[in-house]
């Protein structure tokens, strides 16, 4: 594996596949396994366990230029993360640990979820379309006072959305999908943060981006560090991860720039194509190609 993994055209290979994760993670935080991991299956073979774990190592360096970026766009919420972080934290692991279980060990595991999450992301999909095709609801203002009710609130958002136990929710979500799949885990932080805290599109993707970067962190050691068990050296992890993660990290900023450079109708549109290739994937659909 290794020997096949530092092949130029292979490193040429992965780096472009980590540059576009690096792009689209950074414009829409959502990490980047889920352009990362089936370019690996392409391009070395099905190797699910090995990947997420890499990928999981990756997210991280997508997700901090990304949130620093965010961070000086005054787009992140730092009350509702700290709602959400604990059970994110705590969900990775236990997503983790049941990932790593012999029933989610073959090409099967975890189909059921899967497709679960996938209708989930289809009414996502729609509401998004909704708000497409009606740019009324994309003309909210977006200011760093829009979350404290005590500092001219934005009449737009409604505060009854962002109690904690609503935070705590998507929390949960987000650490257990993340973990089970490897995966960021914005891909489904974003849209219920939309959905449950009614928070404008770009604010849920700089929060998305800040709970990937300490919940990844601390998931990325748990999966890596049980990669014997499943039958990888976590050396060939930590290789895959060293390709990946300089194009990534460098292709995040830019990306995340981009968030406040483009119109919210293309991120939108942009955005609605990304969950519609997750919810494809998570359904695990055979290719029709």
């Given amino acids: 594996m290794l020997e096949q993994l530092t092949h130029p055209t292979v490193i040429l290979a992965i780096v472009a596949i980590a540059s576009l994760a690096g792009i689209l993670g950074g414009l829409l935080g959502v990490g980047g396994s889920i352009i990362i991991i089936p370019g690996l299956y392409f391009i070395i073979g099905p190797n699910q366990q090995l990947y ?21 766009a005054k787009s992140l919420n730092p009350k509702l993360i700290l709602l959400m972080l604990p059970a994110s934290i705590v969900m990775i692991f236990l997503g983790v640990y049941i990932s790593n279980l012999p029933v989610f060990r073959g090409a099967d595991g975890g189909i059921y979820l899967g497709r679960i999450l996938a209708v989930f992301l289809v009414y996502v999909v729609i509401i998004n379309v909704k708000r497409l095709l009606n740019p009324i609801l994309d003309a909210r203002k977006v200011t760093p006072t829009s979350f404290n009710p005590q500092k001219q609130p934005d009449p737009h958002h409604t505060f009854a959305h962002t109690h904690p136990g609503r935070c705590i929710f998507v929390g949960i979500c987000h650490g257990f999908s993340a973990g089970l799949m490897g995966i960021g885990g914005g891909a489904i932080a974003v849209p219920l943060q939309q959905v449950l805290l009614k928070l404008p599109l770009k604010n849920c993707i700089a929060n998305s981006a800040c709970l990937i970067v300490f919940s990844s962190t601390l998931g990325a050691t748990y999966k890596n560090t049980s990669l014997s068990t499943l039958g990888y050296h976590v050396s060939e992890s930590l290789v895959i991860a060293a390709i990946c993660i300089p194009a990534a990290f460098i292709a995040s900023r830019f990306g995340a720039s981009l968030t406040y450079k483009l119109p919210i109708k293309l991120v939108r549109i942009i955005f609605i194509i990304l969950i519609a290739i997750s919810a494809y994937k998570l359904a695990q659909l055979p290719f029709p190609f």
């Fill in 52 to 72: 997420q774990a890499a990928c999981m190592i990756v997210n991280v360096f997508i997700a901090i230029p990304a949130t620093l970026k965010h961070r000086k």
